[in-house]
């Protein structure tokens, strides 16, 4: 049977945070982006048939983003990605994971990001 790498991928995952140390932050959520990459390490090919319960359900990987990003007032973009990778990373056959995460409208002039790395690439 033939094998590869898998990633699933998320990107362009737009909703609102309550992130931010600034006071207009603080009193109302912001609107933030989100971009995963989960490595799954090796796979094969096709799955041994077709039933959505033999892979990882991507509708369940966006919601533990939404709901992690949500859960509470964050301070710092590090601290909410950090808590995000991590788990990411608890999902089952998840080797490694990249997050990106972008404050849409913190200044008039562009935006701002961070991303992050963990597990094996």
């Not at 990249?98 to 935006?111: G, S």
């Amino acid at each position: 049977m033939s094998k590869g790498i898998q990633i699933l991928a998320l990107t362009g995952l737009r909703f609102d945070a309550n992130l931010g140390i600034l006071e207009h932050e603080k009193n109302a959520p912001q609107p933030i982006q989100v971009d995963a990459e989960l490595n799954l390490g090796t796979q094969p090919l096709e799955p041994r048939d077709d039933d959505i319960r033999h892979v990882l359900d991507y509708r369940k990987v966006r919601r533990i983003i939404i709901d992690e990003c949500t859960a509470q007032h964050v301070n710092l973009l590090e601290s909410l990605i950090g808590k995000l990778a991590q788990r990411l990373m608890q999902l089952p056959g998840v080797v490694g994971v990249r997050v990106r995460i972008a404050k849409l409208q913190i200044f008039d002039d562009c935006e701002v990001a961070i991303r992050v790395e963990t597990g094996a690439w």
